[in-house]
Every structure is written in C-alpha cells, then in structure tokens.
C-alpha cells in the first residue's frame, strides 16, 4: 500500500507540474505577440523564462530584451553567466551599469533595503523598456518567493512587471526540472542573491567587504564544488559559514587552509553555523516578529 501511495503522490505531481508546464507556455506565447524586457540575472529562473520567450517570439518576430544590470551587489560571474546564456539562446542582451550604494538610503541596509533596492533598478529597467518602445517588463519571481520574506515584491507590484513563473504557481524545484528539460545551460546553477544578504540589516554596506566576501565565497567554491549552496554571512569581525550539514565534516577537515584564506582576506574571527545552509537567514528576525503579531 506504501509503495502504492507513492507512486500515486509521484504521479500526481507529474500532472501537476505539466499542468503548470502547459499554462505557463500559453501565458509566454501570448506576451511573446509584443516587444518586451526581461529582467535577466543568468540565474536559474530568469534563464528559463527568456528561453521560453525566445521561442515564443520566433512565431511572431517580435523583440525579447535580455536586461542585466552590471552591479558590484552581485559577483562578476553572474554577469559573466547572464551573458553566456544569452548568447546561448541568441537574445538581445542589454547591460545597465548601476551603482545602489549611491543611494544613501540602500547604503545604510535597513529592513526594506530590499525593497529601495528593487525600486531603483526597476525605475532603470522600465526607463530602458520606454527608450525602446516597450510596454511589457518580466522577471523571474517563481512561487516559492511568494512565501518568505520578499520586500522588493512591492515594487514590482508598484511598476506593473509580469512575473510569469509566480502566476503560474510554478515552484523552484519545477523551475529547476524544467529549465533541464529544455536544456537550459544553468539549470542547476546554485542561487547568487545579492551580497548585501550577507550582512546584517542595519551595518552600512561598503565594497571592501562585500569584494571580500565574494573572494573567500568563490574560494570556497573550489574547495565544495561550484554547486555548493554555501554563504559567508558577516557580523563585524565574525564572519560565519553557511554550508550543509553533510559538509561540515569536510570543512572541520579542511579548516587549516581555511582559517589562513580567510584570515587573508582580513576576516579575524571564523564560525561555523551549526544550522547549516538556509536561504534568507538573515530574514529570520525579522519574519519571527511577523509571525508574533
């Protein structure tokens, strides 16, 4: 009966999933009958989306612009990335150079960052999308996202962009399996949030920090593997790893080489947290608090 049972959970899912599938496709082909922008990181979900209307597009010969801001809040692979996998499926691909920390509002990390963050870069995107006759701005929310704590969904709200993958419930394990099925080149390519994540809300953002962050994070990555969902969340002069428990043994094994690279990069206290990997952390207190009201 267990075996069943699953077998039946699992069959269900499939439906599910190719019901999703199927909507999401309808919902691309008919954006794809206009021009349109897509807000494009070269993560998993933006990538999926802008094959997707890459091949919608091709029956109505209209434009797809793949829109990537060039940001020292995110690490130069992603940028090396974006521009890969544009090339890949023959997009339009478009780099807007923006600096958030000129705004001083964003530079001082307070619980909304997130939020003026999104405000800012998307007044820029929209701005490109009218310059080029565009009425139609997309971005990869998927379903997951509607559930933790997400500010900068307020602004997009604000600017009108469509997020397609969230209206069609699709979530990120089914972004995953489908951006595999349609060969997407990153389909498996860990998430690379933006590096003020990393620090507490409240402590000012600076580039010095985050360029070393980014540097001990990419070294990490050589010795775990470039798929590692693994962060390296600062507080002051403590700098504490997030990595799977599974791994943490490797890294109790490994920590000589570790404690001289990190301390290099002038970190002077180095931890470990005992919970492991968890996207958001940093979010905890604060979805804590609305959980309590």
């Known amino acids: 009966m267990e075996l069943q049972e699953k077998k039946k959970n699992r069959t269900e899912q499939k439906t599910d999933m190719q019901n999703k599938e199927k909507a999401l496709l309808t919902q691309l082909d008919e954006i794809a009958k206009q021009d349109l922008c897509l807000a494009f990181s070269g993560g998993v979900d933006s990538s999926l989306l802008l094959k997707l209307v890459m091949d919608a597009s091709a029956k109505y010969g209209t434009k797809v612009y793949a829109v990537t801001f060039q940001t020292r809040l995110h690490p130069p692979c ?16 478009e780099v807007l ?17 997130c939020y003026l963050c999104k405000h800012y870069l998307f007044g820029k995107l929209l701005e490109f999308a009218r310059d080029h006759g565009v009425t139609q701005v997309l971005d990869g929310t ?24 969230a209206a069609c419930h699709v979530t990120k394990t089914e ?35 985050l360029d070393r962050i980014a540097d001990g994070e990419a070294w990490l990555h050589t010795l775990f593997g470039a798929e590692e969902n693994l962060r390296l969340r600062v507080h002051g002069d403590v700098v504490r790893l997030e990595i799977a428990p599974e791994r943490m043994g490797e890294v109790l094994e490994k ?10 990069l002038g970190f002077s206290y180095l931890t470990m947290d005992l919970e492991g990997f968890r996207s958001g952390s940093m979010d905890e207190k604060i979805t804590q608090k609305e959980e309590t009201k």
């Open 175 to 209: 972004v995953k399996a489908l951006a595999a099925k349609y060969s997407v080149s990153v389909a498996h390519r860990p998430s690379t949030p933006c590096m003020a994540t990393r620090l507490p809300y409240g402590a000012e953002i600076n580039y010095d920090v």
């Open 78 to 93: 992603d940028l090396e990335t974006a521009t890969r996998v544009a090339k890949e499926v023959g997009a339009v691909h």
């Open 255 to 264: 920590r000589e080489e570790m404690i001289a690279y990190l301390k290099k």
């Open 97 to 113: 150079f923006v600096d958030e920390l000129e705004q001083e509002a964003i530079r001082y990390n307070p619980e909304n960052r």
């Open 142 to 165: 998927n379903e997951d996202d509607l559930h933790v704590y997400r500010p900068g969904r307020k602004a997009l709200r604000e600017y009108g962009v469509i997020s397609p993958l």
